[in-house]
C-alpha cells in the first residue's frame, strides 16, 4: 500500500533542493512558468533528488511481472476488508475515526490541495505518444482525469469549487512539505520520456484504490460536506476496469522486448515508491488542534483588526485594539471573552455573544471571517456541545453537476481557435497538448482543447 493507504505518521525529511527555494516556490514554477526548458531542467533535478530519497523506503511493489495483477487485486480486496470493518464499527455505534469535527475535515482538505490541483500532473508528459496504442491506457487515465474536457467531471475543477464552497483557497496557510507530492506530480509530467519507467511505478501506485478515499467520503458526506470529489475516484481507480487496472496494462505494454527488463523492473519499483514521500494521510489528520487553529488563525487576521475597534468594549481593563496588539495576547484575550461571558464554551455556539456578532442577520462582522474560520470558531466555541440532529448528508452541488455552456468571447478561447484554424489534424494536437497541461486544463480554453484532443485521436487511429 501507498502512504495514501497506510495513512502512517512519518518524520519530516527536507526535500527541498539547493538553490531552488521551498517546496512551494518549486511547485508553483513547475506549474506556473512559462519557460518549458526552465521547467524541465527543475523537474529533473527535483526528481533525482526524490528518487534517491525513496530508495531508503521499503519495496511493496513486486518485482515478478506475473505477480501484479494478484499483488493489486489483493490490495483491493485487503481496502474492502479494512472498510467493511470500519462501517460495522460505525454501526455498533462507533466514532468517526478521520474527523473529528467539521473545521477538522475542512482543515484536511486545504492541506491536501497542493496535491488535488494538480491531479494527473504525472502523466501529462505521455500525450506526445498518442499515435503509440502502448500508451492508450495511461492517456486514458489522463484524459479521464480532466474529465474528458467536461468541467462537472474534471477532477481540478471539483476540488476547486469544493475549496470555495468552503473559503479554502488561501494556499498562504499550506505548511510547505504539503507541497512536496503535488511537486513530484508535475515534475513527472515534464520529464516523462527521461523517467518514463518513474513515470509508470508512480502511476501503478498512486491508482490503487486507497481506504482514505472510502472512509473520507463516508464522514465528509456525515459533516455536510459534498464527498463527489472523492467518490468519483472510488469508481475509477478500481482494479477491474478502471486507473488501477490500466496502470498493471502498461507495466506490460511498455516493458521493453529487449535490453535490461531487470532495470525497467528497478526503476518502475523506484517509482512506485515516490507515493510514500512526504507526510502520510494520517499525520496530516492528526497534525490538527482545534485550538492552534482558532488562534492561528486570529493571529492572521490581528494585524487587520488592531486599530479597527472602538475603545468603548473592554475586556479585564483592556480595549480589543491593546488585546489584538500582541500575538501573544490572543489566548488571554479568549479568555478574557469567556469571563466576560462573551463566549460560552461547550454550549450552542448561538448562545455566544461573540458568534451572534461573526454569524447572522445584522452581524456587526458579517464578511470578517471566511466560511473556514467562521467553522473554526464554531467548532471551538461548541466544543462537547452536539446539536440536536446531524448535519445535512453532503449532496452534489448544482453547479458542480451541470456542464455550463463556455463563453464564446473567452480571450484563451478566441486565441486557441485561431491557433487551430487552417493547420491539418496531426498540426492541431501539437498545438492542443500545452493546453491539456496542469496550469490550463481546467481554464475554459483547457477544456474545450481537451475535448478537441479526444476528438482528433478517435478520428485519426
Keep these: 500500500m501507498t502512504a495514501l493507504t497506510r495513512l502512517e505518521s512519518k518524520p519530516a525529511r527536507e526535500h527541498s533542493i539547493p538553490g ?118 495511461l492517456i486514458c487515465t489522463y484524459l479521464e482525469e480532466l474529465g474528458d474536457g467536461n468541467p462537472a467531471q474534471n477532477h481540478v475543477v471539483i476540488y476547486r469549487k469544493l475549496l470555495a464552497e468552503h473559503g479554502l483557497q488561501d494556499g498562504a496557510v499550506i505548511a510547505d512539505e504539503r507541497y512536496l507530492q503535488g511537486a513530484v506530480q508535475l515534475a513527472l509530467g515534464y520529464c516523462s520520456d527521461e523517467f518514463l519507467p518513474e513515470v509508470i511505478g508512480y502511476n501503478l501506485g498512486y491508482e490503487q484504490l486507497p481506504l482514505h478515499l472510502l472512509i473520507s467520503a463516508y464522514e465528509l458526506r456525515e459533516l455536510g460536506i459534498d464527498p463527489y470529489y472523492f467518490t468519483l475516484h472510488v469508481t475509477i481507480d478500481n482494479a477491474s476496469t478502471g486507473h488501477a487496472h490500466k496502470a498493471v496494462q502498461a507495466v506490460q505494454q511498455l516493458m521493453p522486448l529487449e535490453g535490461d527488463r531487470e532495470e525497467f523492473l528497478r526503476r518502475v519499483a523506484l517509482g512506485y515508491r515516490l507515493n510514500d514521500l512526504g507526510q502520510g494521510s494520517r499525520a496530516i489528520i492528526e497534525s490538527f488542534d482545534l485550538y492552534d487553529e482558532v488562534l492561528k488563525m486570529l493571529e492572521r487576521k490581528r494585524p487587520f ?157
Aim: net charge neutral; aromatic share 10%.
Design 20 to 137: 531552488a527555494g521551498s517546496l512551494k516556490q518549486t511547485y508553483e514554477q513547475l506549474l506556473l512558468s512559462d519557460d518549458a526548458e526552465h521547467q524541465r531542467t527543475l523537474a529533473r533535478t527535483f526528481l533525482a533528488a526524490q528518487l534517491e530519497h525513496a530508495t531508503d523506503l521499503p519495496e511493496e511493489m513486486p518485482r515478478d511481472l506475473s505477480a501484479l495483477h494478484t499483488f493489486v487485486e489483493h490490495h483491493c480486496a485487503e481496502v474492502a476488508r479494512q472498510y467493511a470493518d470500519y462501517l460495522q464499527q460505525r454501526k455498533d455505534g462507533g466514532p468517526r475515526q478521520f474527523f473529528s469535527n467539521k473545521a477538522h475535515a475542512l482543515f484536511v482538505l486545504q492541506a491536501v490541495a497542493p496535491t488535488k490541483l494538480v491531479d494527473g500532473a504525472w502523466l501529462y508528459g505521455l500525450l506526445r505518444h498518442w499515435r503509440d496504442p502502448r500508451f492508450d491506457g
Design 305 to 461: 483588526g488592531q486599530h479597527m475597534h472602538s475603545n468603548y468594549c473592554r475586556f479585564e481593563g483592556q480595549t480589543v485594539n491593546q488585546w489584538l496588539s500582541t500575538p501573544e495576547q490572543l489566548p488571554g484575550f479568549l479568555v478574557a471573552l469567556e469571563n466576560k461571558g462573551w463566549i460560552k464554551r461547550h454550549q450552542d455556539p448561538q448562545a455566544s455573544r461573540f458568534w451572534q456578532l461573526v454569524e447572522g442577520d445584522g452581524a456587526a462582522m458579517f464578511g470578517v471571517f471566511s466560511p473556514y474560520e467562521k467553522q473554526l470558531l464554531h467548532d471551538w466555541i461548541g466544543g462537547n456541545w452536539k446539536p440536536e440532529r446531524s448535519p445535512a448528508a453532503g449532496r452534489r452541488s448544482t453547479s458542480a453537476a451541470t456542464q455550463p455552456t463556455l463563453p464564446a468571447n473567452d480571450p484563451d478561447i478566441v486565441s486557441l481557435q485561431a491557433a487551430l484554424d487552417g493547420l491539418g489534424a496531426h498540426e492541431q494536437m501539437q498545438v492542443l497538448i500545452p493546453w491539456l497541461s496542469a496550469q490550463r486544463h481546467s481554464h475554459p480554453a483547457g477544456l474545450m482543447a481537451t475535448r478537441r484532443f479526444i476528438e482528433l485521436k478517435s478520428s485519426l487511429r
